[in-house]
């Protein structure tokens, strides 16, 4: 695992999965796609004001999938 700077460990262990490092945001669409699929909607909003199930609903507008 890449622990990023000065040691602290990753907090969004859902980049990790898509070897994203150092908390970098992926550019890669499909990648995009993916980690937005996997938002739980039955958490609270972020602090963006965003509801996750609106994120996860509107997937496919936001990264668009390879076809």
Not at 39 to 62: F, Q, T
């Amino acid at each position: 695992m890449d622990n990023g700077p000065r040691g602290v460990e990753s907090q969004c262990h859902e980049l990790e999965d898509h070897d994203c490092k150092n908390n970098q945001l992926p550019v890669d669409p499909e990648i995009v796609w993916d980690l937005l699929l996997e938002l739980d909607p039955y958490k609270c909003m972020g602090s963006d004001g965003i509801h996750p199930r609106i994120l996860k609903e509107v997937a496919d507008v936001i990264a668009k999938p390879p076809r």
